[in-house]
């Protein structure tokens, strides 16, 4: 009985976009373990630039904001694969060594994309830090990086788990959009799947809940850090 | 480089098919944000009802439709929309081919993935208000619809003006994902111009341009809202 219900499922369609397009999760991993590092160290310098006291860099700062945060992620994708692509100097430089791969070209607008709300997240968690904290620090004779590698950051960025998370799982969404610049992620598998098959359907929810699975795995990762880093805030020990 | 040129009013240039192209982006945010406030109406209720079925019918929705990339769940209702539609026909005893509009796919699927975030939005704007409103209005004799009409919806508007605010930003960017629907909104154009012209650099920063000005001044817009709604409230 149970033997014939598992090749039952093996033998259906979407059981099969399954498997190929699970093959296809390390090119969308490998999308996300390159530019959310990337993003993450990054969004913490822009928000330093974006607090600091110098008006150039913190206009300079949050102008890129503005403009990425206005813009949709897929105009700026297509502006670096499409847009670079077509100008003669960078064909001739030595960047097209990389932007010619359309796996740099979405490693760079991801990473672009999400350090512009990752640095106004930060920047909202830095500036939460009270005053007093910053003072008795220096009260204790820190340097201003003793200050912020001991104080500031650890508090900020305790404050800004959540909305970071969500963020997170944005990222995971936006790699989808990676696939319109002909890279084969699983979106660009699914896609495929359906112009050999003629069924959208078992091709996109197979592709569907993979998704769901990653950004759960990612809601866990959240929880965990949440959990791990701030112990004051646990409900039962 | 940068085509000046290419972006005149007329035969010459393609200024005039850009502005129709972001009035067809304006139209479907509108309309698909409609659309998302109607069904996020609905599913905040579903939410806030003590039935469980209905909590989970909701809760199951919004968690799937936000936990997927907005491109799967466009391409599910562009290419899974219309052999839905013909199924629906059969039962109804229509046998031909139906075929959804691209307007109509464009406005269902944003539609669906932005009443996901309404719904949150709505469902805490209600939440905020105490519950000795309602008390108060039940003692002083006002039917349930009453106190829905007088009392409840002109502070949930007002609380959830900041909220949906962010809501319209997302949907309007989501907009730019229907261009594979092959309706003409900006990035459609800004494919076909590019195509023509072979000079994609151009049409694509003329087409961020665009975008920013529409989140700018809808932006604004929303400030304006939020200030006027909160007239005397500090």
Redesign the interface.
């Known amino acids: 009985m149970f033997f014939n219900i598992s090749s039952y499922i093996t033998e259906t369609l979407i059981y099969k976009n399954f498997i190929l397009i699970f093959s296809a999760l390390d090119e969308t991993l490998l999308l996300l373990l390159i530019s959310l590092p990337l993003g993450f160290v990054l969004s913490l310098i822009f928000a330093l630039g974006r607090i600091s006291k110098n008006t150039l860099i913190s206009r300079a700062v949050a102008s890129y904001i503005f403009?990425i945060?206005?813009?949709?992620?897929?105009?700026?994708i297509?502006?670096i694969y499409?847009?670079?692509?077509?100008?003669k100097a960078i064909r001739e430089s030595i960047l097209w060594a990389l932007l010619k791969e359309p796996f740099w070209c979405g490693v760079l607008a991801l990473t672009i994309n999400t350090v512009a709300y990752g640095a106004e997240i930060f920047r909202g968690g830095i500036q939460s830090v009270t005053k007093g904290q910053i003072e008795s620090g220096q009260a204790l004779g820190f340097s201003k990086i003793k200050l912020y590698r001991r104080i500031v950051f650890p508090i900020a960025l305790r404050q800004v788990l959540p909305t970071y998370g969500n963020e997170l799982?944005l990222m995971v969404?936006?790699?989808?959009?990676v696939?319109?610049t002909t890279y084969m992620e699983m979106?660009g598998i699914?896609?495929k799947i359906?112009a050999k098959t003629f069924a959208?359907?078992e091709a996109?929810?197979a592709?569907?809940i993979l998704?769901?699975f990653l950004?759960?795995l990612m809601v866990q990762l959240v929880k965990y850090l949440e959990w791990k880093y701030n112990p004051h805030l646990r409900l039962n020990n | 480089m940068f085509k000046f040129e290419k972006l005149v009013f007329g035969d010459l240039g393609w200024g005039d098919e850009f502005l129709l192209a972001m009035l067809m982006t304006l139209v479907v945010s509108v309309l698909s944000m409609g659309l998302g406030i109607f069904i996020a109406i609905f599913t905040a209720w579903a939410k806030l009802t003590y039935s469980r079925t209905l909590k989970f019918i909701a809760s199951f929705y919004t968690t799937v439709i936000r936990g997927i990339p907005e491109l799967l769940v466009i391409y599910l209702i562009f290419f899974g929309g219309s052999s839905l539609v013909m199924k629906i026909a059969k039962v109804f005893g229509y046998d031909g081919y139906l075929e959804l509009n691209a307007i109509t796919i464009s406005v269902i699927a944003i539609g669906i993935i932005s009443a996901t975030y309404s719904s949150e939005v709505l469902r805490a704007a209600f939440l905020s208000i105490p519950k000795g409103q309602t008390e108060a209005a039940k003692s002083l004799g006002l039917s349930k619809l009453q106190i829905f009409y007088k009392i409840l919806t002109p502070q949930i508007l007002r609380h959830a003006i900041p909220g949906l605010g962010n809501v319209w930003q997302v949907t309007l960017k989501d907009t730019s994902l229907i261009s594979v629907t092959g309706l003409v909104e900006i990035m459609r154009q800004t494919r076909i111009a590019s195509n023509v012209e072979h000079s994609p650099l151009t049409f694509l920063i003329t087409a961020a341009f665009l975008y920013l000005f529409l989140t700018t001044f809808s932006s604004k817009f929303f400030n304006f809202l939020e200030r006027k709604t909160n007239k005397g409230y500090a």
């Open positions: 403009t945060r206005g813009t949709p992620l897929l105009v700026q297509y502006l499409f847009g670079l692509g077509s100008v799982i969404k936006a790699t989808s959009l696939s319109l979106t699914a896609r359906m959208p359907v996109f929810v592709a569907g998704y769901l950004n759960f």
